[in-house]
C-alpha cells in the first residue's frame, strides 16, 4: 500500500515538475496572442532563456541573477520578433520561425562552451505547514520556488487579465485594434510590451530546465516543448487557468511515460515520446470550430498586422 | 527587380553572422585582430571547399538533393498559402517507407530498375499520407496546418527512433541506431566516379514538370487563384476542399520521394538522425527564391553549399552546427524585412509617377 | 408643396418625408466652431480632396452631400485624424489646431461614427464606451457608469443596455453605443458617416431625433450623406462634393431637391434611359419556401418564394442585413439551402456545386467584388478568365490552359468594356474601384448568361461608370437573362427593374411596379410594418 501510494505521489510530482515549464511558456504566450500577435518562436525563447540563465548562473552562481538575466534575454528576444510583426508588419508564421532558428542558433553557439558542465541549481523549498499535509503537501508544496512563483502566477493573470484596467485594455487591443486605438490606446506600444513580456516569461520556462529541472546544460534541451507550448495556449483558448490545466496534462503524459520506461515496460521510450505530440493534434482538431472561437472571445485580430489606413 | 532582396539579405545575413563569430572568437581567447583574421579564413573555408573545389561541389549537390525535394514540394503547398511545416516528418516518413520497401517488403528483386520505382512510390505514399492527417483535418474542420504538421515532424522522428534503436537495428551494426544495408538493386546508379548520384537528375526533372504545371495547367491557374483569394476561388467555382487536400498530399508526396531518394542515393540505410532540419531548411529555400521551382534549385544548390561549409567549419573551428540555424534565422529575418521596406518604397514611388 | 416637373424627379416629392423646419429661428450670430481651410488629400494619383474649404457653425447640422467616392468620407477621416491632408488646415473655435489621430480629434472635442463600427464584441456596452478613459481605477467599475449611460441614452433618444454583451446587439443597436461613446467623452462636433445606411426608415428618423436633441443641448453635427431626403429633413446648411471639390453650399430652406441634385451631379438629373421593350419568356429562376442561415447560425432566409423570366429585371428592395446577400449567394451555390429548392429552366439545382451553376449559366456580380469576385496580386487577365476551367472561354481544355490565349482575349475584354489599366497583366489591386467593378462584370457579362444575380452593382462608382454598368445590364436583358437586382438605392431599383420585390426579414413581403407612387408602400414593407400581396 505505501509503495503504491508512494509511486502515485513522485508521479505527480514529476507532473508538476514537468509541467512548469511548458506552464510558463504558455503563460507567456497568452500575454503575446492575447494582445494580437502570434508567437511561433517559444522554442527558441526557451533556449535562449535556458542559456543565458546558465550562463549567468555559472558566472555568478547567483540564481536570482540568472533568472532576471533569463528575462531580460527573453524580453530582448521577443523585442525583435515585435519589431518585424508590430512594425514592419511581416507574416507572423515567418518571423515566429525566424525566432526559433535564431534563437536555437544563437543558445547552441553561447551553449558550446557550457556543454558537461554543472551550475548551482534550484533547491527544494518545503513550504511550512502546507508541505506536512499528507499527499498533498508533498504533491503541491514540495518545490523549488519557481514552481511556487508559477503557482502564483496563474491567478494573478486572470485577475489582470480579467478584471483590471490594462487587462481590459490588452483584451481590447487583441479582440478590435481598431476599437482601441479609437480611443487613443497606442496599439503598438501595447503589443510591443506583451510581446516582450511573453518572451521574457516563456523564456523563464526556458530558464527553469536548466536552473531547477537539471543543472546543466544541454543543446537543444527544450526537446520541443516550445512547439507543444504553442498547441496549450489554443487548446487553453488564451485562459491562465485553462493553461495550467493543460501545462499539467502534458506534463503528467511526459511523467507517466517516464515512469512507465523506468518500471521497465515493453513499450519503447520512442513511442512514449510520441504521445503529447499526438495527443496534441488531436485536442487542436477537436477544438478546431469556429463556435469555440466566437464564444471565447478569441483575440480575434490575431495574426493581422494593424494599421490605421488600411481602407475596408 | 524581385531579386534584389533575396540577394542582399544574404549578404546582409553573411555580414551579421561574421560578426557574431568575430565576437565568438573574441570572447574565446582571441585578440581583436586574431578574431577578425580568424573569421575571415572561416568564411574562406566556408565558400571556397562547397563551391570553389570539385569534390566540395560534389558534396554540395549531395546536399542539393533533400534540400530541393523537400523544397519543391513545399512551395506546392505554399502556392495556396497552405503553411505545411512538415517538410522534416515527410521526409522521415518517405525515408521510414524506403526502407521498408527495401530491407522488407521487395526484399529479393533483383532488376533496379523496378526496384527504385517501387521504392519511389513507397516514399511518395507514406510523405503523401503523412500529409494527409492535417488535410483531412484542415478540409473537414478547418483545423490550422501549421501546428499540426509541426507536432507530426516529431511523431514521425521518434517513429524512426524507435525502429532504428529496436526492431530494426541492424544486429551487426555494433548497437549503433541504424539498419542493416540496402541492397544492391536499392542503390541509386552514380556519376563522376561514384560521387553523386542520379537524384540530382530526378529532383532538376522534378522542377521542370512543376515548373511546366505552373504555367501551363489549369491547376497551376487554379492553385493561383485559390492561393491569392481563397473567396474568389470559391466564387469561381473551385473545389477548395479538394485543392487543398490534393495540394498538401502531393507536397507531402515529393517530400516524401525526397526521403527515399537520400535514403537511395547516399545513406543506404535508415539511420537516427539522417536528417539535420533539411526540412526547416527548405522552408527558407522556398521564400527565398519565392516558389519558383527554377529558383528552388538555386537555391538549394546554395544553401547545400553552406551546409557543407559549416560542417568545415566545425571540423576546422570547433564551431557548432547549430551556427547555420542562426544564418538561417537571419536571412529569413532580412528577407522579410527586405520585402517590407521594399513594397513601403513601391508603394510611395508609384504615387510620385502617377502624379506627374 | 410641389417640386419641379421633369422625368427622373418625381421622387423627390415624398409629402411624409419632407419636413421642413418652420418655425426655427434662425441664429444669424453662429460663431464657426471648425472650419477647415484649402484641405487637400490624393491618393495613388487620385485627387480626394481638391482645396476644400467648409465651415460648421456652432448648434447646427451641417449635411456633406455628394456621391460615392466624392471625397466625403476623406475629408471626414482627416478632421478624424485618420488621414493626414497634403495642405491645408483645421480651425477649432478660432484655433488652428493640428489632429494626428484619432484619440487627438477626441481630445478636441470631435468624433466620427464611421460606417465599420469599432466595438470590442466580447466587451458589454458600459466597456465599449470607457474603454481607455482615464476615470477608469485600475479595478474598474462599472456599476456606476451604467447608470450614467443609460441616463445619457434616454435624455438622447438613444436607449441601450449597458450590461449587455455587444456581440449580441443588433447594427441600429451598436450605432447608438458609437455615438454615445462619443457624447460621453463631451464630443461637441459629431460627424455621422452615412449613418442610416444600415436602417430601416423608422430607426432613421428616431437617430434625426437624437440629431436636434444633441444640436439644441449645444453639439454639432456633421451628417455626411448622398441621400437627399435625409439631408433636407435632417440639415440646416448643406456643403455639396463633387470629384473632390466644394461645389457650393446653401441653406436647406432655401433650396430643393432638385437644386441639390443637380449640384451633386453637375447637370439636370436626367438620366434617361429608356428600358428596352422587351419580351418576357419563360421562367428561368423559381425559388421555393426557401430557408438560408447566416454566418451566424440563424435562418436569414426565411420561407422566401419568388421567381424570374428571361429578358425580366426583377428588383429586390430592402434595407441591407434582411437576407439579400445570403439569398444571392444561396443561389449561386455559395451557401447551403436549410430547407427549400430552386430552381433553373425548370431543373432542381439546390445542392448542386458553383461550377454546376456556372455552367448551367447563372453569373453573380457580388456586392463585395474586391474580397469575393478578384484576386488581387493577380493579373487583369487572370481575373478576367477566372472561371475558364470550367467556361472555357479562351480556348483551355479541362486540364491546361493557353495562358497567352487568356491574355489575347482578356485585351478583347479590356477594348470593348473600356477598363482603364496599363496592361493586361497589371495587378487588378491597382485599378480604381470603377475599373475593378467593370472587370467583374466583363468575365460574368461576356458568357452570355441565362440568369444574372446583381448585387449593388453600382456601389461606389461614378455618374459614367453606373451608366454604363445600367447600359450593358439592360442589353442582358434584351438578350434574354432573367436578372435579379439587389440593390439599396430605391431609384436603381426603379431605374432597372420591370417588378420590385420587398424582402424583409428574409421573406418576400410584397411587390409594387417599379413607379414612384408606391415609394411609401415599399418604405413601410422595408420597415416591416405591412405584408401586402401584389398591388397594382
Redesign the interface.
Known amino acids: 500500500m505505501n509503495i503504491d501510494s508512494s509511486i502515485i505521489t513522485t508521479t505527480l510530482q514529476a507532473t508538476i515538475r514537468a509541467g512548469t515549464p511548458l506552464l510558463f511558456t504558455v503563460l507567456g504566450d497568452i500575454f503575446t496572442e492575447r494582445s494580437g500577435v502570434m508567437n511561433l518562436g517559444l522554442e527558441g525563447l526557451m533556449l535562449v532563456g535556458a542559456i543565458s540563465g546558465f550562463a549567468v548562473s555559472y558566472s555568478t552562481g547567483n540564481l536570482f541573477l540568472a533568472v532576471i538575466a533569463a528575462m531580460i534575454a527573453g524580453a530582448l528576444l521577443g523585442a525583435v520578433h515585435a519589431f518585424f510583426t508590430v512594425t514592419l508588419r511581416i507574416n507572423q508564421v515567418v518571423s515566429g520561425l525566424a525566432i526559433t532558428m535564431l534563437g536555437t542558433g544563437i543558445s547552441g553557439l553561447w551553449g558550446k562552451g557550457y556543454i558537461g558542465v554543472v551550475a548551482a541549481q534550484f533547491k527544494t523549498l518545503e513550504i511550512p505547514f502546507l508541505s506536512k499535509i499528507p499527499f498533498i503537501g508533498s504533491v503541491l508544496f514540495s518545490h523549488d520556488i519557481l514552481v511556487y512563483i508559477s503557482y502564483l502566477l496563474v491567478p494573478l493573470m486572470w485577475f489582470y487579465i480579467y478584471k483590471t484596467k490594462p487587462g481590459m485594455i490588452l483584451r481590447a487591443v487583441g479582440e478590435s485594434p481598431a476599437a482601441a486605438d479609437a480611443r487613443g490606446i497606442n496599439v503598438f506600444m501595447v503589443r510591443y510590451f506583451y510581446t516582450m513580456l511573453g518572451g521574457a516569461i516563456t523564456a523563464l520556462g526556458g530558464a527553469y530546465l536548466s536552473l531547477a529541472y537539471t543543472s546543466m546544460w544541454i543543446e537543444n534541451m527544450t526537446a520541443g516543448r516550445g512547439w507543444i507550448g504553442i498547441a496549450l495556449v489554443l487548446f487553453a483558448t488564451w485562459d491562465p487557468a485553462k493553461a495550467m490545466f493543460g501545462a499539467y496534462l502534458f506534463g503528467g503524459v511526459t511523467a507517466l511515460g517516464l515512469r512507465m520506461q523506468a518500471a521497465g515496460t515493453t513499450i519503447s521510450s520512442h513511442i512514449l515520446m510520441m504521445f503529447p505530440y499526438i495527443l496534441t493534434v488531436a485536442v487542436l482538431f477537436f477544438t478546431s470550430t469556429e463556435k469555440i472561437k466566437l464564444k471565447v472571445g478569441a483575440p480575434a485580430a490575431l495574426g493581422v498586422p494593424y494599421s490605421r489606413e488600411e481602407k475596408t | 527587380m524581385n531579386i534584389l532582396v533575396p540577394v542582399v539579405s544574404i549578404i546582409f545575413s553573411l555580414l551579421v553572422m561574421g560578426i557574431i563569430l568575430l565576437i565568438f572568437f573574441q570572447r574565446s581567447g582571441m585578440s581583436w585582430g586574431q578574431a577578425f583574421s580568424e573569421t575571415l579564413s572561416a568564411y574562406g573555408e566556408m565558400f571556397s571547399w562547397p563551391f570553389g573545389n570539385v569534390y566540395g561541389i560534389y558534396q554540395t549537390l549531395l546536399k542539393m538533393v533533400p534540400l530541393a525535394f523537400v523544397g519543391l514540394g513545399l512551395s506546392f503547398a505554399y502556392r495556396m498559402k497552405i503553411w505545411n511545416i512538415g517538410g522534416e516528418g515527410q521526409l522521415y516518413m518517405g525515408a521510414f517507407a524506403a526502407t521498408w520497401g527495401a530491407l522488407f517488403l521487395f526484399n529479393g528483386i533483383e532488376n533496379k530498375f523496378l526496384m527504385i520505382t517501387l521504392i519511389l512510390l513507397m516514399g511518395a505514399a507514406f510523405g503523401a499520407l503523412w500529409a494527409a492527417i492535417p488535410a483531412f483535418m484542415k478540409a473537414f474542420a478547418k483545423t490550422d496546418e501549421i501546428v499540426v504538421t509541426l507536432m507530426l515532424n516529431y511523431v514521425a522522428i521518434f517513429w524512426v527512433d524507435y525502429l532504428v534503436y529496436g526492431p530494426w537495428k541492424d544486429p551487426k551494426g555494433y548497437n549503433f541506431p541504424l539498419t542493416a544495408e540496402y541492397p544492391e538493386s536499392a542503390k541509386l546508379p552514380t556519376m563522376f566516379n561514384g560521387e553523386v548520384h542520379v537524384g540530382i537528375i530526378m529532383v532538376i526533372v522534378l522542377a521542370v514538370i512543376l515548373q511546366y504545371v505552373y504555367s501551363r495547367t489549369s491547376w497551376g491557374f487554379n492553385s493561383a487563384i485559390a492561393g491569392d483569394n481563397q473567396k474568389a476561388a470559391k466564387y469561381a467555382g473551385i473545389n477548395i476542399g479538394f485543392y487543398t487536400i490534393v495540394a498538401l498530399l502531393v507536397s507531402g508526396a515529393i517530400g516524401g520521394m525526397g526521403g527515399a531518394v537520400q535514403m537511395m542515393g547516399i545513406q543506404h540505410r535508415l539511420q537516427h538522425g539522417f536528417s539535420p532540419g533539411y526540412g526547416y531548411t527548405a522552408i527558407i529555400i522556398a521564400w527565398l527564391a519565392k516558389l519558383n521551382p527554377l529558383a528552388i534549385l538555386l537555391v538549394s544548390f546554395l544553401f547545400g553549399g553552406l551546409l557543407v561549409g559549416n560542417e568545415q567549419l566545425q571540423m576546422f573551428y570547433r564551431l557548432p552546427l547549430a551556427l547555420i540555424y542562426i544564418f538561417q534565422g537571419l536571412v529569413l529575418f532580412s528577407l522579410m524585412g527586405g520585402e517590407a521596406i521594399f513594397n513601403y518604397r513601391i508603394r510611395f514611388v508609384k504615387e510620385r509617377a502617377v502624379e506627374e | 408643396m410641389k417640386g419641379p416637373e421633369g422625368p427622373f424627379a418625381y421622387w423627390f416629392n415624398i409629402p411624409h418625408l419632407i419636413s421642413l423646419r418652420k418655425g426655427d429661428t434662425v441664429d444669424v450670430d453662429r460663431r464657426n466652431v471648425l472650419e477647415m481651410r484649402h484641405i487637400s488629400k490624393?491618393?495613388?494619383?487620385v485627387k480626394a480632396n481638391d482645396d476644400i474649404d467648409i465651415e460648421l457653425k456652432k448648434g447646427e447640422v451641417l449635411a456633406l452631400l455628394g456621391e460615392n467616392g466624392a471625397g466625403k468620407t476623406t475629408l471626414m477621416n482627416i478632421l478624424f485624424g485618420?488621414?493626414k491632408a497634403d495642405n491645408g488646415e483645421i480651425v477649432i473655435n478660432g484655433k488652428s489646431i493640428h489632429i494626428s489621430?484619432?484619440?487627438?480629434a477626441?481630445?478636441h472635442g470631435v468624433g466620427m461614427v464611421q460606417q465599420?463600427f469599432?466595438?470590442?464584441?466580447?466587451?458589454t456596452t458600459a466597456?465599449?464606451i470607457v474603454?481607455?478613459?482615464k476615470e477608469?481605477?485600475?479595478?474598474?467599475k462599472t456599476k456606476n457608469v451604467e447608470s450614467r449611460i443609460e441616463e445619457l441614452g434616454n435624455r438622447y433618444g438613444l436607449p441601450v443596455n449597458p450590461r449587455a454583451k455587444v456581440?449580441t446587439l443588433s447594427v441600429g443597436e451598436k450605432q447608438r453605443i458609437e455615438i454615445l461613446k462619443l457624447l460621453y467623452t463631451g464630443a461637441k462636433i459629431l460627424i455621422l458617416d452615412e449613418p442610416t445606411a444600415v436602417l430601416t426608415p423608422q430607426e432613421a428618423e428616431s437617430l434625426f431625433e437624437a440629431v436636434r436633441k444633441m444640436v439644441a443641448d449645444g453639439a454639432s453635427v456633421i451628417f455626411i450623406s448622398h441621400k437627399l431626403d435625409e439631408v433636407m429633413e435632417v440639415s440646416d446648411r448643406v456643403t455639396v462634393l463633387r470629384s473632390g471639390k466644394v461645389v457650393g453650399t446653401v441653406n436647406t430652406a432655401e433650396v430643393t431637391k432638385n437644386d441639390l441634385a443637380r449640384m451633386m451631379v453637375g447637370r439636370d438629373v436626367i438620366l434617361d434611359i429608356q428600358k428596352p421593350e422587351v419580351e418576357i419568356g419563360k421562367k428561368i429562376l423559381e425559388i421555393e419556401n426557401l430557408k438560408v442561415k447566416n454566418d451566424k447560425g440563424l435562418l436569414s432566409v426565411n420561407n422566401l418564394n419568388l421567381e424570374v423570366k428571361a429578358g425580366e429585371v426583377l428588383g429586390i428592395a430592402g434595407v441591407a442585413g434582411n437576407g439579400q446577400r445570403e439569398l444571392a449567394e444561396a443561389i449561386?451555390g455559395?451557401r447551403k439551402v436549410e430547407v427549400g429548392k430552386i430552381l433553373l429552366h425548370g431543373k432542381d439545382i439546390t445542392g448542386t456545386?458553383?461550377?454546376h451553376?456556372?455552367k448551367e449559366g447563372i453569373a453573380?456580380i457580388?456586392e463585395d467584388r474586391k474580397?469575393?469576385?478578384?484576386?488581387?496580386?493577380?493579373p487583369v487577365s487572370?481575373n478576367l478568365f477566372?472561371?475558364?476551367?470550367?467556361t472555357r472561354l479562351a480556348d483551355?481544355?479541362?486540364?491546361?490552359?493557353d495562358?497567352k490565349k487568356i491574355v489575347e482575349k482578356a485585351a478583347e475584354l479590356i477594348n470593348s468594356y473600356s477598363i482603364m489599366t496599363p496592361s493586361p497583366k497589371t495587378p487588378v489591386k491597382f485599378l480604381s474601384g470603377g475599373n475593378i467593378q467593370k472587370v467583374v462584370l466583363a468575365r460574368e457579362l461576356s458568357t452570355t448568361p441565362s440568369l444574372i444575380i446583381a448585387s449593388h452593382p453600382t456601389r461606389g462608382l461614378d455618374i459614367g461608370a453606373m451608366e454604363f454598368v445600367y447600359r450593358t445590364l439592360l442589353e442582358q436583358k434584351r438578350k434574354g437573362a432573367a436578372i435579379l437586382l439587389l440593390a439599396g438605392e430605391l431609384y436603381e431599383i426603379f431605374r432597372l427593374s420591370d417588378r420590385v420585390a420587398v424582402i424583409y426579414e428574409g421573406e418576400i413581403v410584397g411587390y409594387a411596379p417599379p413607379d414612384p407612387a408606391y415609394i411609401e408602400e415599399i418604405g413601410l414593407m422595408m420597415g416591416g410594418s405591412k405584408k401586402a400581396g401584389e398591388l397594382h
Do not use: M, Q
Request: glycine letters at 6%; hydrophobic letters at 40%.
Open positions: 490624393h491618393f495613388a494619383g485618420i488621414y489621430s484619432p484619440h487627438d477626441l481630445k465599420h469599432t466595438l470590442v464584441p466580447s466587451f466597456e465599449n474603454l481607455g478613459l477608469l481605477g485600475f479595478i474598474p456581440w449561386y455559395l456545386s458553383v461550377s451553376r456556372i453573380y457580388p474580397g469575393t469576385a478578384t484576386c488581387p496580386n493577380l487572370t477566372l472561371k475558364n476551367t470550367i483551355s481544355t479541362h486540364f491546361f490552359i495562358r
